[in-house]
Nanobody, 116 residues
Framework: HVQLVESGGGSVQTGGSLKLSCKRS??????MAWFRQSPGKEREGVAR???????SYADSVKGRFTISHDDAKNMLYLDMNSLDVSDTAVYYC?????????????WGQGTQVTVS
C-alpha cells in the first residue's frame, strides 16, 4: 500500500524559489503528480509524470516549475521558481493509475506554500 509524504513547503517572497519533495513508500508504475489547492478553489493539477515518463505542466506554471523523480530513492520533486502570489496554495503529491484528478487515489498530507 503506497504512502506519500510531502516536504519542503514554506513562505517565500514574490520571485523566490522553493523545492518540494515527495517520498513514496514503495515503488510503483503509477502516474505521479503535483496538485495544489487554494482556499475556495478546486484542487488543480500542476505537473505530472506518467508511467511512461511523459511530463506535462499546467499552463500557469510552464517555464517556472520543473517536476522530476528519482526512482532509486522513491522520490518526486517539484522545483518552483519565479513564484507569484497566485502560487500560494497547499501542494499535494498524488499517485494513481492515470494522471487526471479523478484517477488519483493516493494523496500525501499536503504542504503549504505561501508567496507574499
Amino acid at each position: 500500500h503506497v504512502q506519500l509524504v510531502e516536504s519542503g513547503g514554506g513562505s517565500v517572497q514574490t520571485g523566490g524559489s522553493l523545492k518540494l519533495s515527495c517520498k513514496r513508500s514503495s515503488g510503483s508504475t503509477y502516474c505521479m503528480a503535483w496538485f495544489r489547492q487554494s482556499p475556495g478553489k478546486e484542487r488543480e493539477g500542476v505537473a505530472r509524470i506518467g508511467d511512461d515518463s511523459t511530463i506535462s505542466y499546467a499552463d500557469s506554471v510552464k517555464g517556472r516549475f520543473t517536476i522530476s523523480h528519482d526512482d532509486a530513492k522513491n522520490m518526486l520533486y517539484l522545483d518552483m521558481n519565479s513564484l507569484d502570489v497566485s502560487d500560494t496554495a497547499v501542494y499535494y503529491c498524488g499517485a494513481g493509475q492515470y494522471c487526471s484528478l479523478s484517477y488519483i487515489t493516493i494523496w500525501g498530507q499536503g504542504t503549504q506554500v505561501t508567496v507574499s
